[in-house]
């Protein structure tokens, strides 16, 4: 009998060693004369554990983990393809604690399904909202969209809803959708996870996007440090189209809908919407002003619909099981559910989807198991590197949209960053505003040149004898990069640099009196 | 370079504008398809890339520059690019940079003096929760500690 293993071809498992894992399994099964049937599927993002291995079993799928293909022939000795006992076996993968406690909806096939299979995505649930969508009238599927409350997960958490009825809501001969797979954020990676491992529920959502909004072209703008999610995107783009769901006339509902990758060239603040337009129109990724608002007036010049990755691959689930269902999930107006990313100096690394509502403290020891270094947890930023650094006293703030926004922090694209004492908030600060001035795009003033003055200030607060009139220079200079700035490039790096200082005003050689004073 | 290779450049170059003249905003996936074939993108290109898209060459040559992805001159052998991003700084990736600068004898955006190896930073290759994360060519790695950097690069001498 023919025994099913699999193992993640996700490029955080390849990085590890996943392919190094299939190579010594064939060979060692081959050795053994026995039959097995290796599927590569898409990660589960408990990514400490990976490689992790999984076998299917009368049980169900048995995981073993963290493998390194040393370990291959030991795992064949001791009769793995049954699922047995191994000191790497991990039981069954369902039952890990790490994933039980998660509430999966966007994430419910991830390290389940074959990435460019079609028929495991339909085995699983695929296809069904835009099924539901085909049959409904345009107008619905907005009004369904503004029920779920689903905001843009990218980090401006703009109710989705609003940017899709206003594009319907506007006459002309070429509309656009775009997905912003420009995932530059240290500390994400549900994008690049979506992408490499469940491509088609993003192109459901885009099809439904499409089909809502009149919109017959799409792009996927996505970085070119994610190769391995270009080259499966164009894969199952190919793939969708020969099987009716993109094309000429989608799923005979008359209607077309193409799909295109663009691949990014190193820009992070081609991230930002306008800027993103400007690449994808072959130009410097420079940020317009706005208005006009890119729902009227965006790719081309034409009405376009930009959604995040996340926000896209939720739209099939909401119209598949309804708004109602998704709604359910969340607090207040952060409703349904977010994939948090945690990583940097944590245990436990990985993606975990909850509801909005539970705390830092639950996701950086109830899923992390603390710091990898197994030093204190110092400072944890959370929302990539335009989001604050949130201290210990905050970790039991839930984490929600607007809860975050009242202590000046960002929920944004969910990335959560570990860092623990052995972190130089001082240096972090800098490094913030390094990062903006390698990164600007040049356009605003604030941004170009307050990111450099940013870097000298934070040094002469290290040196300098005034240090009192440092801080306040550099609470100024925040204050017009905050308020002055054209996008959130300039206008966000002051939270890092801002909450470093009000919380760690040790690290910049302050009493805490000093830091706040001014 | 010899006038018969630099003769098949331009054949190619001109052959990639061709292929991309009239579809919509092709300057990026023009770069893109000259950089995977010859590993950067010429300032010679930088005329006939102009006229075949019918833009300016400041234009052109202001695309190239404003991207961190592309590069006017040509790589080392081996391009390895190390995360320096928060994620990764948070394990170790200075340290690991200050070595990486050491074992390859060149600075950022520097190839080294032997032609071996071109040292890029890059802010996120994605495997923040495997951190710190290094590419090299192709191949990624996560977890790379210093000694674990220090084999990989000793594994690319070796090979030479």
């Given at each position: 009998m023919t025994i099913t293993v699999f193992v993640p071809c996700d490029s955080a498992a390849i990085a590890a060693g996943a392919d190094e894992v299939v190579d010594a399994i064939h060979k060692e099964a081959a050795a053994r004369g026995l039959a097995i049937d290796v599927q590569r599927n898409s990660s589960r993002g408990l990514f400490w554990l990976e490689p992790l291995v999984e076998v299917l079993t009368a049980q169900g799928r048995v995981a073993y983990g963290p493998l390194a293909f040393e370990d291959v022939p030991s795992l064949f000795d001791a009769n793995f393809l049954l699922g047995t006992k191994h000191p790497l076996c991990l039981g069954l993968t369902d039952a890990i604690p790490y994933l039980a406690k998660q509430q999966r909806l966007t994430f419910a096939r991830m390290g389940v399904t074959r990435p460019t299979s079609l028929d495991d995505y339909a085995a699983h649930g695929g296809w069904v909202g835009l099924k539901n969508a085909v049959a409904m009238q345009g107008d619905a599927v907005v009004q369904t969209l503004l029920d779920s409350g689903l905001r843009g997960r990218g980090g401006a958490a703009f109710p989705a809803g609003i940017k899709w009825r206003t594009v319907r809501a506007t006459t002309a001969a070429q509309k656009y959708v775009v997905c912003n797979a420009d995932e530059g954020d240290s500390g994400t990676f549900s994008d690049r996870m979506t992408m490499e491992g469940d491509p088609y529920m993003l192109i459901e959502g885009m099809v439904i996007a499409g089909l809502a909004v009149g919109a017959t072209q799409g792009y996927i703008y996505i970085r070119s440090e994610y190769p391995h999610a270009i080259s499966t995107m164009n894969t199952a783009i190919a793939l969708a189209e020969s099987a009716g769901y993109l094309g000429s006339n989608v799923l005979g509902s008359g209607q077309a809908f193409y799909l295109h990758v663009r691949k990014a060239a190193g820009s992070y603040v081609c991230g930002e919407e306008t800027a993103m337009l400007e690449s994808i129109e072959g130009k410097r990724g420079l940020v317009r002003a706005k208005p006009p608002l890119p729902a009227l007036e965006?790719?081309?010049g034409q009405p376009t619909v930009i959604n995040n990755v996340i926000t896209l691959a939720s739209v099939p689930i909401i119209m598949a099981k309804g708004a109602a269902f998704y709604k359910d999930f969340g607090v207040g107006r952060s409703t349904g559910t977010l994939p948090f990313q945690i990583s940097g100096n944590v245990l436990q690394g990985g993606l975990v989807e909850r509801a909005f509502g539970l705390t830092l403290r639950e996701l950086l020891f109830d899923f992390g198991g603390g710091s990898r270094s197994g030093s204190p947890i110092k400072a944890v930023q959370v929302g990539?590197?335009?989001g604050a650094y949130v201290p210990e006293s905050q970790w039991d703030v839930p984490l929600d949209y607007e809860a975050y926004a009242a202590m000046g922090a960002v929920v944004g694209h969910g990335g959560i960053v570990v860092h623990d004492e052995r972190a130089n908030m001082a240096k972090l600060a800098r490094y913030a505003m390094e990062f903006c001035a390698i990164e600007s795009c040049g356009k605003c003033t604030p941004c170009r040149i307050g990111s450099t003055r940013g870097m000298e200030t934070i040094d002469r607060i290290g040196t300098a004898s005034n240090k009192e009139q440092q801080v306040h220079l550099l609470r100024d200079l925040c204050d017009t990069m905050l308020?002055?700035?054209?996008?959130?490039m300039g206008g966000m790096t002051p939270y890092p640099v801002l909450s470093a200082l009000n919380h760690y005003p040790a690290d910049f050689g302050l009493a805490p009196a000093v830091a706040t004073a001014t | 370079m010899d006038s018969t290779q630099a003769f098949s450049q331009q054949a190619l170059i001109d052959q990639l504008v061709q292929h991309h003249a009239g579809e919509a905003g092709s300057l990026l996936p023009l770069l893109h398809d000259i950089q995977d074939e010859l590993g950067f993108i010429p300032a010679s290109s930088v005329a006939s890339i102009a006229e075949g898209l019918n833009l300016s060459r400041a234009e052109v040559h202001g695309v190239i520059t404003y991207?961190?992805?592309?590069?006017?001159t040509a790589p080392g052998k081996h391009v390895i690019q190390v995360c320096r991003a928060e994620a990764c700084q948070s394990c170790g990736s200075e340290e690991l940079w200050a070595l990486a600068e050491k074992l390859l004898g060149c600075k950022a955006h520097e190839n080294s003096a032997n032609g071996m190896y071109s040292l890029e930073p890059v802010?996120?290759?994605?495997?923040c929760a495997s951190s710190p994360a290094v590419q090299i060519g192709d191949k990624l790695h996560a977890r790379v500690n210093e000694a674990k950097f220090t084999r990989l690069v000793q594994a690319l001498e070796s090979a030479a």
């Open positions: 965006g790719l081309f990539g590197p335009l308020n002055g700035s054209l996008c959130a | 991207y961190h992805h592309f590069r006017s802010y996120c290759l994605g495997l």
